[in-house]
Structure formats: structure tokens, C-alpha cells
Nanobody, 115 residues
Framework: QVQLVESGGGLVQPGGSLRLSCAAS????????MGWYRQAPGKQRELVAG???????NYPDSVKGRFTVSRDTKKKTLYLQMDSLKPEDTAIYYC?????????WGQGTQVTVSS
């Protein structure tokens, strides 16, 4: 049974940093395209960082230069370093893994940016 378990969320002041982790129980972790999505109340889920199996990354303009996604194949873990956080970054953050017809999601971790 595939599991993606996020951790690292919490409450942080504007301008602060958080590092999210996603531990994946995927037997072929290295072949999956991985990503972080977020969903704020009343809004659609959106991609905030993607990383291909080969390591290429992509970010929307809203987080470019502030968020950094990385993956550790040996630990089967996906990371999201979030710096210069803003109140509009407040959302539930989800880990995603995609390969062919496989599309797995974690349960999400809450990130709240507030003073």
C-alpha cells in the first residue's frame, strides 16, 4: 500500500521559513515525478513545486525564488524549503507522486503564516 506522509507544517510569522518533508513508501521512488500542491480555503488546489525523476524543477511565479523543492532517492523523501513566507502562502500542503497511471497523494499538512 502506497503512503505519502507529510510533516513539517505549522505556524510561522511572515518572512519566516519552514521545511516540509514527504516520506514515500514507493518501491520505485526514483521514477516518479513528485510535486507539492497547496489548497487554501475556498480556492482550488494548485501546484507550488514540481520535480521530475531526472531532477528538473518547476515553480509558479508566486513562489519562484522563495520555495525550493528537492528529493532524496536513498531516503525516498521529498522536501520543500519555504523561505520569505507570506500570509497568502497559508494553505494545506499536499505531496504528490505521479508515474504513468499512478497518482498518489498524501493527507496534507497545514501551513499558517500569520503574525
Amino acid at each position: 500500500q502506497v503512503q505519502l506522509v507529510e510533516s513539517g507544517g505549522g505556524l510561522v510569522q511572515p518572512g519566516g521559513s519552514l521545511r516540509l518533508s514527504c516520506a514515500a513508501s514507493l518501491s520505485l521512488f526514483s521514477v516518479y515525478a513528485m510535486g507539492w500542491y497547496r489548497q487554501a480555503p475556498g480556492k482550488q488546489r494548485e501546484l507550488v513545486a514540481g520535480i521530475a525523476s531526472g531532477g528538473r524543477t518547476n515553480y509558479p511565479d508566486s513562489v519562484k525564488g522563495r520555495f525550493t523543492v528537492s528529493r532524496d532517492t536513498k531516503k525516498k523523501t521529498l522536501y520543500l524549503q519555504m523561505d520569505s513566507l507570506k500570509p497568502e502562502d497559508t494553505a494545506i500542503y499536499y505531496c504528490n507522486a505521479q508515474w504513468g497511471n499512478y497518482d498518489h497523494w498524501g493527507q496534507g499538512t497545514q501551513v499558517t503564516v500569520s503574525s
